[in-house]
C-alpha cells in the first residue's frame, strides 16, 4: 500500500468504529431507553450534531472547561465558526425557543439519543466522539417534575443491569440565594491561602469560584473540607422544593445521599443537580448526571421558562456491563450441490419472513466445512440441502446440539422449529 491510501484508511484520532457485538450493547441500551422514556411521555428530538460555537459558548458558560479547552469547533467555507455538539441540552434549548415548541404545550418531555464531541487528549474510556442519552423536561419548575425525571433515570439504569446505584443529591440554589453562597465561598477561598490551591483553583476563585468545589486535586480537596456548603444558605422556597424531591424518592424507595460537593462543571444548574454512581466492578464511575436549568432559557433570548434534564454516557454504561452475549441463530442452511443454491436462499428467505433469524453460506461446500459454519453462527438446526433432498423437495434438519436428524417435506420447514 502507498504511504498515500495509508493515511486514508487511517481514522481522525479520538474516533472508534464500533462494530458487533459490542455495537449490540449500544442498541441494547438505546432500545430500553426508548421504550422506557416513551412510558414517561417523553418523545424523541432529533437534533443537528453542529451548532454555532456562540450558542455552546452562551450556555455552558465561557469560563468552562468545555468552552475554554474542549470544543471541536472549525471554520466552514464562509468562516463561521462551528462546533460539533459537545453536550445536548443547548441544541435542545436552541431547538425549543426556535420553533417556539413552548407556545403549544406547557410541559416538553424531550428526550435524545446520539454521538457528542470533545476535543480532549483521548485516552481509555474517553474518546473524542462519544455517545449520550439525554432527556430533558421543559417548561416546568414543580419539584415532582425533578422526581420524576430522577425515577425514570433510576428505572432506565436499574433495567439495563445496573446494580449497586448511588445517587449524588444536591441543590445549588437559585439566582436568589446563590449570590450569597458564592459570597461566602468568595469570603473563604480569600481567608484560605490562594497559592493553597492548584492554579487552576486560582483561575477559577477569580472567574467562578463554585468550580473549586469539583477540583480533583488532592490538595484542593483538603483545603475544600471546611468550606461553605450550600445546604445551609438555600433560600426558604429552594429548601421546600428541594425537601419535596426528597420525599418522593423516599416514597419510591430510590436511595439517594446529599452531597454538598457536588456543584456540576457547567454554569446553568440551579437548584436539583445530581449524579448517578455505579459501584459495578468495584470502582465508582459516575455513569449520568443533570439538573435543574431554569435560566437557561432565558438567558439565550427564550422565554423565561424552567427545565431540567440528564446525560448519561453509553461508553460507560458498555463498558460496566460489557459486550452482550453472541445471541446465535435459528438456522444455517447449508447447500451441498449447486442446484440446491437459489432454493437455499429463499428458503432461507421465507423462514426470516416467518420472523426466524438465520443465514445461509451462499457458496457450495462439502457438509463438514457447511457444518463448520453452522456452528460459527451459532445456529440451533442445520438445513441441509443435498441432491436427494432436492430430488424429494425436502430437506434434512439437523440438531446442531443432540445431532439429531429428520427429514421433513420442504414447505412444512416451519415445524422443523416448533418449540424452539
Ligand atoms: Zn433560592
Ligand atoms: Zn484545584
Redesign the pocket.
Known amino acids: 500500500m502507498t504511504a498515500k491510501a495509508m493515511e486514508i484508511i487511517h481514522k481522525v484520532k479520538g474516533f472508534s468504529d464500533i462494530f458487533p457485538p459490542r455495537s449490540e450493547t449500544y442498541t441494547r441500551l438505546e432500545e430500553a431507553a426508548r421504550q422506557i422514556f416513551s412510558r414517561y411521555g417523553f418523545g424523541e428530538l432529533r437534533l443537528p450534531l453542529l451548532e454555532k460555537t456562540e450558542l455552546f459558548a452562551r450556555s455552558i458558560g465561557d469560563e468552562t472547561d468545555i468552552v475554554q479547552k474542549e470544543m471541536y469547533s472549525f471554520q466552514d467555507r464562509k468562516g463561521r465558526s462551528l462546533t460539533l455538539r459537545p453536550e445536548a441540552t443547548a441544541g435542545v434549548a436552541r431547538a425549543y425557543i426556535e420553533n417556539k415548541i413552548y407556545a403549544g404545550q406547557e410541559v416538553s418531555k424531550l428526550y435524545t439519543l446520539g454521538p457528542m464531541f470533545r476535543y480532549e487528549r483521548p485516552q481509555k474510556g474517553r474518546q473524542r466522539q462519544f455517545h449520550q442519552i439525554n432527556a430533558e423536561i421543559l417548561g416546568s419548575a414543580a419539584p415532582e417534575a425533578d422526581a420524576e425525571l430522577l425515577l425514570m433515570l433510576t428505572s432506565f439504569l436499574k433495567n439495563i443491569g445496573l446494580k449497586a446505584l448511588v445517587l449524588d443529591l444536591n441543590s445549588l440554589?437559585?439566582s436568589?440565594?446563590r449570590p450569597v453562597f458564592i459570597e461566602a465561598v468568595d469570603a473563604f477561598l480569600r481567608s484560605e491561602e490562594r497559592a493553597g490551591f492548584c492554579p487552576d483553583c486560582q483561575q477559577r476563585s477569580q472567574t467562578n469560584p463554585l468550580r473549586t468545589y469539583d477540583c480533583k486535586v488532592d490538595r484542593c480537596r483538603e483545603n475544600m473540607k471546611g468550606a461553605p456548603r450550600i445546604t445551609d444558605y438555600?433560600?426558604l422556597?429552594?429548601r421546600d422544593h428541594f425537601q419535596v424531591v426528597k420525599d418522593l424518592l423516599d416514597r419510591s424507595g430510590v436511595e439517594y445521599r446529599i452531597n454538598p460537593n457536588l456543584v456540576r462543571g457547567l454554569d446553568y444548574y440551579q437548584r436539583t443537580t445530581f449524579e448517578v454512581i455505579s459501584r459495578d466492578i468495584g470502582s465508582q464511575s459516575a455513569v449520568a448526571g443533570g439538573g435543574r436549568y431554569d435560566g437557561l432559557l432565558k438567558d439565550l433570548g427564550g422565554p423565561d421558562l424552567p427545565g431540567i434534564g440528564f446525560a448519561c454516557g453509553l461508553e460507560r454504561l458498555v463498558m460496566l456491563l460489557g459486550e452482550n452475549e453472541p445471541a446465535g441463530c435459528d438456522f444455517f442452511v447449508a447447500v451441498l450441490v449447486p442446484e440446491a443454491k437459489e432454493t437455499g436462499l429463499l428458503l432461507a428467505c421465507e423462514l426470516r419472513e416467518q420472523g426466524l433469524c438465520g443465514e445461509t453460506g451462499f457458496e457450495v461446500k462439502s457438509l463438514k466445512s457447511q457444518l463448520r459454519l453452522a456452528n460459527k453462527h451459532l445456529a440451533r438446526k442445520c438445513l441441509i440441502l443435498g441432491q436427494e433432498e432436492m430430488a424429494g423437495s425436502t430437506v434434512l434438519a439437523k440438531d446442531m446440539q443432540t445431532g439429531e436428524q429428520h427429514e421433513v417435506a420442504r414447505e412444512k420447514a416451519l415445524s422443523i422449529f416448533d418449540g424452539l
Do not use: N
Open positions: 440554589g437559585c436568589k440565594c438555600i433560600c422556597d429552594c
